[in-house]
């Protein structure tokens, strides 16, 4: 069950990045990243993972009961915050370099100003 | 560098990397092991300690408050980043003649789209709301609680134009409760410091176990973030918007 989990993380860091470099469009350049960090989720997660456990929440199981690992779950909230601000700052800096450039491709503005 | 050859270099720099990480996932412990020791003390006194029923939150909001603290300013930064990059060239005749075309867009858009924007947004702000408020008892907390209440502004403007999400989160409102959120977790912090000597240590009784609330001080910092991620989230989709609009405007 957890090798899964494994290979699934591994497999969205990889298209992500191989999204990422042959992108011909910064929005699209920006997705490919969020899919490429979304492979820390599933890694964080698997890694806390506890066979026939509980989330860490005692709303209604008995304090004592086994659950799965907090603090990895704590550290995926960290991480999807920090994906969120990535996101909103990089297509800010799109926006100002379409009006900048006049393109949106990343081959395109390395050829203007390279 | 050719595509050809950046393609190349990726494909070896990929095998490589899945590689070293399948090396690396294999000798992870398993998930029949127990947890590891500090997961475990949480797991086992969080709620005794706390009164709160959910650890995750109690981990989040109490015994590493500081990490989120500095989670919180990334955030606060992050928007201010986004307002700095967008509202640098704009002039006020602009933004008449977008308001304009606005109002237009306005009359097109279909009654069912119209009704059902304007349906969501109640029922999206109790929700965001209530997930903020229960944070410690039931999965839910600050930051989804925030985001849930900046979805509600996005209904706003689907329901009617661009003027009306100015009228009902005008940009200052927005920018105040990111102030007032990301403030007021520092001064929880500073609590901790005057009444228990330490920052971010929690200063207040922790109430009954299951009750809204419990958990001392996390239910205050829980809602001090929910208003900062609200905020942030609403200026973020504020800015980014004015940018559709205005576009829309100097092409049209």
């Given at each position: 069950m957890t090798a899964v989990a494994y290979v699934?993380?591994?497999?969205?860091?990889?298209?992500?990045?191989?999204?990422?470099?042959?992108?011909?469009?910064?929005?699209?350049?920006?997705?490919?990243?969020?899919?490429?960090?979304?492979?820390?989720?599933?890694?964080?997660?698997?890694?806390?993972?506890?066979?026939?456990?509980?989330?860490?929440?005692?709303?209604?199981?008995?304090?004592?009961?086994?659950?799965?690992?907090?603090?990895?779950?704590?550290?995926?909230?960290?991480?999807?915050?920090?994906?969120?601000?990535?996101?909103?700052?990089?297509?800010?800096?799109?926006?100002?370099?379409?009006?900048?450039?006049?393109?949106?491709?990343?081959?395109?503005?390395r050829e203007l100003h390279g | 560098m050719s595509p050809r050859g950046r393609a190349?270099?990726?494909?070896?720099?990929?095998?490589?990397?899945?590689?070293?990480?399948?090396?690396?996932?294999a000798g992870v412990p398993g998930s029949d092991v127990p947890l590891g020791r500090y997961a475990g003390l949480l797991a086992d006194h969080a709620v005794a300690e706390r009164h709160t029923t959910n650890v995750v939150i109690a981990t989040a909001f109490d015994y590493r408050a500081l990490d989120t603290l500095g989670e919180e300013f990334l955030l606060f930064v992050a928007a201010v980043g986004t307002t700095v990059l967008l509202r640098a060239t704009r002039e006020e005749r602009d933004e008449e003649r977008a308001a304009r075309l606005d109002e237009q867009r306005g009359v097109a858009t279909s009654d069912s789209l119209r009704a059902l924007g304007t349906g969501l947004v109640g029922p999206t702000?109790?929700?965001?709301?209530?997930?903020?408020?229960?944070?410690?008892?039931?999965?839910?907390?600050?930051?989804?609680?925030?985001?849930?209440?900046?979805?509600?502004?996005?209904?706003?403007?689907?329901?009617?134009?661009?003027?009306?999400?100015?009228?009902?989160?005008?940009?200052?409102?927005?920018?105040?409760?990111?102030?007032?959120?990301?403030g007021g977790f520092v001064l929880v912090g500073i609590g901790g410091l005057l009444f228990a000597a330490v920052f971010l240590e929690n200063f207040l009784p922790f109430g009954t176990k299951g009750d809204v609330l419990s958990g001392g001080m996390v239910p205050l910092a829980n809602l001090a973030v929910g208003l900062e991620v609200a905020g942030a989230f609403g200026v973020i989709l504020t800015e980014l918007l004015d940018q559709i609009v205005l576009r829309r405007s100097a092409s049209g």
């Open positions: 699934v993380a591994v497999w969205l860091l990889l298209i992500g990045l191989y999204g990422a470099v042959t992108s011909r469009h910064l929005v699209h350049l920006v997705v490919c990243l969020t899919v490429a960090q979304s492979s820390t989720y599933v890694l964080l997660l698997a890694v806390g993972y506890r066979d026939g456990a509980d989330a860490p929440i005692f709303a209604d199981i008995p304090v004592g009961s086994p659950v799965v690992d907090p603090i990895v779950q704590a550290l995926t909230l960290t991480d999807v915050v920090v994906e969120a601000t990535v996101v909103a700052l990089l297509l800010a800096l799109t926006v100002q370099a379409r009006k900048r450039f006049g393109t949106v491709d990343p081959d395109g503005i | 190349w270099l990726f494909v070896g720099g990929a095998l490589g990397m899945a590689l070293l990480l399948a090396w690396g996932l702000v109790v929700l965001g709301v209530y997930v903020t408020a229960h944070g410690q008892l039931t999965p839910g907390g600050g930051f989804q609680g925030g985001v849930v209440l900046a979805a509600a502004l996005l209904a706003v403007y689907v329901a009617g134009t661009w003027l009306a999400l100015r009228h009902v989160a005008p940009v200052s409102a927005l920018e105040l409760s990111e102030a007032v959120g990301a």
